[in-house]
């Protein structure tokens, strides 16, 4: 298949922009010898736990491994129920079905995509144990309500930051506000590692003990392991690329908003259109729209003509999925959705006339 001249994401700008850094922090690596939890792994758990203003940071092997260990941390397992969104990549509800523990699931709001925050009491059951909100395509759910109603029933709340690396929500780092929260380095993310890569972190100094056991084998102590644990450990070569750019995150979210507002003055006035709201504290991992009246598949195809990528994340609602069809729930919200979101390319150095055209593009498609 030819390539598209414009993709939904391209990373290159990046890598070159950063190369001299990346060879020295890579090289050092291979010359120190040391591959497995080494000197960067330390220093960027110190270092990014202190930008994200909590007490205690845990290098993991992936954002999946993030959430099932945190999950693991806070005890859930068999017979508990976790509530969260539909609306989600499959790894939140995985994480929450790999421990045991059952997901429910509640609609979202159409203003942002993320958890209805007026739809999650009436899920809260005797079994449930955690509120797991997702802050989606880096736009940070509404916090404050739900932490409320967490406080209210006695539930913990576990934040799925994955997309929202730097994300804020009244001057609190997205992932810091929940007894813990978990992201992903995926290389497609706002800080990502050039490989797997994920991050648990939590003001409470038990959680991370345990979170720190749990990832080397259920081992507190070399060879003396105390529960089933995991071999989830963050990569030293992966440590040092993100402490290279963990310094440059804030101008990239920062790059990624100037884009985002690109978008909006252009397709904000188009008919069929719903432009994401431009909150404080997105970070627009994804700049997401939705295409009402059934055309969202004719918006794909003339992108696509005129040499355009585009992502529909997700083309399913997870209680859609054939492994939890047993839900049987009715979230019309999550489901109208799945129709209709369109996410378009956006990166930090995407080029103004890249984004004109996309803007044409569109408006031309609907305009037929």
Excluded at 53 to 82: C, F, M, Q, W, Y
Excluded at 203 to 209: G, R, Y
Excluded at 212 to 230: D, F, P, Q
Excluded at 295 to 312: F, H, N, P, Q, T
């Amino acid at each position: 298949m030819e390539k598209l001249e414009i993709p939904v994401l391209d990373l290159r700008p990046e890598m070159d922009e950063l190369w001299d850094e990346l060879n020295e922090a890579i090289q050092g690596v291979l010359r120190s010898g040391q591959f497995i939890m080494g000197p960067n792994v330390k220093a960027f758990e110190e270092e990014v736990a202190q930008y994200l203003g909590v007490k205690h940071a845990v290098g993991l092997n992936s954002g999946t491994d993030a959430l099932v260990i945190a999950l693991r941390a806070l005890g859930i397992g068999p017979g508990d129920e976790v509530i969260t969104t539909p609306f989600t990549f499959f790894a939140t509800a995985e994480a929450v079905s790999l421990v045991g523990a059952t997901p429910v699931f509640v609609d979202i709001d159409p203003a942002n995509f993320n958890l209805d925050v007026n739809s999650i009491e009436a899920a809260i059951s005797t079994r449930t144990k955690v509120i797991l909100p997702v802050h989606l395509y880096g736009c940070p759910a509404d916090m404050g309500p739900i932490l409320e109603v967490a406080a209210d029933h006695g539930l913990k709340v576990l934040e799925d930051a994955a997309q929202a690396f730097g994300a804020e929500y009244q001057g609190r780092k997205a992932g810091a506000m929940g007894i813990a929260g978990c992201f992903s380095f995926f290389p497609s993310k706002n800080l990502g590692a050039c490989g797997d890569g994920g991050l648990l972190v939590t003001n409470d100094p038990n959680i991370a003990e345990l979170a720190s056991a749990l990832r080397i084998h259920g081992s507190r102590h070399k060879y003396c392991n105390e529960m089933v644990g995991y071999n989830s450990r963050l990569d030293e070569l992966q440590a040092a690329i993100l402490r290279v750019k963990l310094k440059y995150v804030d101008v990239w979210n920062d790059l990624r908003r100037q884009a985002a507002r690109v978008y909006q003055d252009g397709l904000g006035v188009c008919r069929n259109i719903v432009t994401p709201a431009m909150c404080e504290g997105h970070v627009f991992h994804q700049y997401t729209i939705r295409v009402k009246g059934n055309r969202r598949g004719k918006v794909r195809e003339a992108l696509e003509a005129d040499g355009i990528d585009s992502m529909v994340y997700y083309p399913h609602a997870l209680h859609q999925l054939p492994v939890y069809s047993s839900a049987q729930v009715n979230l019309p919200e999550a489901e109208r959705a799945v129709s209709e979101a369109l996410s378009l390319p956006i990166w930090p150095s995407i080029e103004r006339p890249k984004q004109l055209t996309v803007i044409r593009c569109v408006v031309e498609a609907l305009a037929e």
